[in-house]
């Protein structure tokens, strides 16, 4: 059994892919900061930071981060997948077993993340319909790439015809403002336990839960079919589409998002554009990741982000808890207290620390603390943590 517990040698691994985890955790961070030290979800940022500046940090990350970080996470959750299926059949795993062993403790993790520590989990999501993935993952590249667009395009008729529309939830509630304020800033924890769990009850209403779970599946099956067409390893091979692929996603994806302006009225070009804009735009920065990690300067650059992506789940986590120790009344109680331009500085101020901790920790242990636990889990058998000294 000790074979099944080997890390991914250092030379094997595709330095893009960790690059491209660790800058989707800053653009998650970007987008989750306003929820973890305000009412985000009831209010109106338009009216409740009405400063210039507040405005115009708002602005650029609902141009460059807004709906773009979460595509490419789920993108890489099929691509890991992917991964991880052929691995186990290199390895002789029979790979539906271990993989949904795998998803169950995921969906245990993401529960108590949701649940005790911020309400904004997306790990719940991940592993529920990674269950599907067990369906599909020995289709050819070609199918998972067709069933994926499919998929991904189903929520804009969903959000466009259904008569459960999730828009109506999103918007100015005073008095849910006021007790959020008083809960999350003042409140005992088993009153903020009840409040994280109402306010993951409103992000979860109705459709928009079902709505997000088909879109990871449509992203999940993409960057599993990527990686079974090995687009992202052999980079040389296929520089030409992967170049198409970013000028498009460059066009497409900031071009919907301007575009977006002039028809605020007509529900389902909005729709359209809320679908496809975010998941173009994430297939821009994926392209000019994995295309710059190609030179010897690029590698260099990104080697930070790298260490930030190869402990994704760790780094994810700490962000909850770090934020949430902050701004929640069991810390140091800053909930309500802060602008958004202080919360836009402070998810830099704070990934610093991340990269430089994280420096730190893949150079004297196998896995993140999180994974190890994961992995250990997953196995049921301890595997190696500490590395050895060369």
Not at 75 to 88: C, N, Q
Not at 277 to 298: C, D, E, R
């Amino acid at each position: 059994m000790t074979q099944l517990f080997t890390p991914l040698p250092e030379k094997n691994r595709t330095i893009a892919i960790d690059v491209l985890r660790g800058f989707a955790l800053i653009g998650i961070l970007l987008v989750n900061m306003p929820t973890f030290h305000s009412p985000f979800l009831y209010l109106d940022s338009s009216t409740y930071w009405p400063s210039m500046m507040d405005q115009f940090f708002s602005g650029i990350v609902d141009l460059f981060a807004q709906s773009n970080f979460y595509p490419l996470f789920a993108f890489l959750f099929g691509y890991g997948a992917m991964i991880i299926a052929e691995r186990s059949q290199m390895k002789g795993i029979y790979f539906p077993t271990f993989f949904a062993r795998r998803l169950t403790i995921l969906l245990v993790i993401g529960c108590i993340h949701a649940f005790l520590i911020w309400n904004g989990d997306i790990l719940i999501t991940y592993a529920i319909t990674g269950f599907f993935f067990i369906l599909v993952y020995q289709f050819s590249g070609k199918m998972l790439l067709r069933i994926g667009i499919a998929i991904y395009c189903i929520p804009v008729l969903l959000t466009t015809f259904s008569p459960m529309q999730s828009q109506e939830h999103f918007g100015e509630n005073s008095k849910a403002i006021q007790t959020s304020i008083q809960t999350y800033k003042n409140g005992s924890i088993l009153e903020i336990l009840k409040q994280r769990a109402t306010d993951w009850i409103y992000m979860n209403v109705e459709m928009s839960a079902v709505i997000l779970g088909i879109g990871v599946i449509g992203l999940m099956l993409l960057g599993a079919a990527f990686a079974k067409q090995r687009w992202l390893i052999d980079v040389d091979k296929h520089k030409r589409l992967l170049i198409g692929l970013l000028i498009t996603g460059l066009l497409l994806g900031f071009g919907a998002r301007i575009a977006s302006s002039f028809y605020i009225d007509n529900l389902f070009l909005i729709n359209i554009q809320e679908q496809f804009s975010g998941a173009f735009i994430a297939l821009f920065y994926m392209m000019v990741i994995v295309l710059s990690a190609q030179t010897q300067v690029g590698q260099k650059l990104l080697k930070p982000l790298a260490n930030v992506g190869r402990l994704s789940m760790s780094n994810y986590l700490l962000q909850s808890i770090a934020m949430t120790f902050i701004f929640y009344s069991y810390g140091l109680g800053l909930y309500g207290s802060i602008s958004y331009t202080v919360g836009f500085v402070l998810v830099f101020g704070f990934f610093i620390i991340q990269i430089l901790v994280s420096k730190w920790w893949v150079t004297r242990f196998q896995y993140g603390p999180v994974e190890y636990i994961w992995r250990w889990a997953t196995y049921g058998q301890k595997p190696m943590f500490k590395k050895k000294p060369h």
